[in-house]
């Protein structure tokens, strides 16, 4: 299991409470850090976790890591990175750095309350909680720019426009009234298999 922390994009912390959890079950756990968006903007978060699969996928033998059964989990903006990995885990031109021609795919995916639609979060956003158009708010940070004002960039960075019949299995956890990370979940549902042939069930 490749544990991915939260943080805004701009803070580390490489503790997580529930890899405990995956040791009492039997997993591997690796839990994996990754440049921060400042200075480092998008891509270079996702080019350092797929590099850390590969890196993992690659050392296979040497830790006892099954290759075909990698999965990944995260919270918050690890989850946001987790569910971007999973659907771009295939796409070979996000790919940089140690070990070009190994996978960085996940074969399962387990994302957790994080954002997806930078361009629809101002939209959904309750009253008086942080603005995520400013300038200065971590998805500007990341993006290098005022989000709205990069939307070619932005859209580059979604998930859900990557969506498609090859992505591995999604567990997306949020609450009833989280109408921002619910938007994921849509495009899984079997009224947007036209684009990406997925179906999916709430529990």
């Given at each position: 299991?490749?544990?991915?922390?939260g943080?805004?994009?701009?803070?580390?912390s490489?503790?997580d409470?529930d890899?405990?959890?995956?040791?009492?079950?039997?997993?591997v756990?690796?839990s994996l850090?990754?440049?921060?968006s400042q200075?480092?903007l998008?891509?270079?978060?996702?080019?350092?976790?797929?590099?850390?699969i590969r890196w993992l996928?690659a050392?296979?033998?040497e830790?006892?890591l099954?290759p075909?059964h990698?999965?990944a989990?995260?919270h918050?903006?690890?989850r946001?990175?987790?569910?971007?990995?999973?659907?771009?885990?295939?796409v070979?031109?996000?790919d940089?750095?140690?070990?070009p021609?190994v996978s960085?795919?996940?074969q399962?995916v387990?994302?957790c309350?994080g954002?997806?639609e930078?361009?629809?979060?101002?939209?959904h956003r309750?009253?008086?909680?942080q603005i995520h158009?400013a300038?200065d708010?971590?998805e500007?940070?990341r993006i290098?720019g005022p989000?709205q004002e990069?939307a070619?960039?932005?859209?580059?960075?979604?998930p859900?426009t990557?969506?498609?019949?090859?992505?591995?299995?999604f567990f997306?956890a949020?609450?009833f009234?989280?109408?921002e990370?619910?938007r994921?979940?849509?495009a899984?549902f079997?009224?947007?298999?036209?684009?990406?042939?997925r179906?999916?069930?709430?529990i």
């Amino acid at each position: 299991m490749i544990l991915i922390h939260g943080g805004a994009f701009m803070m580390s912390s490489e503790e997580d409470e529930d890899t405990p959890l995956f040791l009492k079950e039997g997993y591997v756990v690796a839990s994996l850090e990754y440049r921060l968006s400042q200075p480092a903007l998008f891509l270079a978060q996702i080019e350092a976790c797929k590099a850390v699969i590969r890196w993992l996928r690659a050392h296979a033998g040497e830790y006892g890591l099954d290759p075909k059964h990698f999965g990944a989990m995260g919270h918050s903006a690890g989850r946001y990175l987790v569910a971007l990995l999973g659907v771009i885990g295939g796409v070979k031109r996000f790919d940089a750095g140690v070990y070009p021609v190994v996978s960085s795919r996940a074969q399962a995916v387990a994302d957790c309350f994080g954002p997806t639609e930078f361009l629809q979060m101002d939209a959904h956003r309750p009253p008086g909680e942080q603005i995520h158009d400013a300038a200065d708010s971590p998805e500007s940070r990341r993006i290098g720019g005022p989000i709205q004002e990069n939307a070619a960039r932005v859209s580059r960075a979604n998930p859900i426009t990557c969506v498609t019949r090859s992505s591995p299995p999604f567990f997306i956890a949020h609450g009833f009234q989280d109408a921002e990370a619910d938007r994921l979940t849509l495009a899984f549902f079997p009224g947007d298999s036209s684009r990406s042939g997925r179906k999916a069930r709430g529990i």
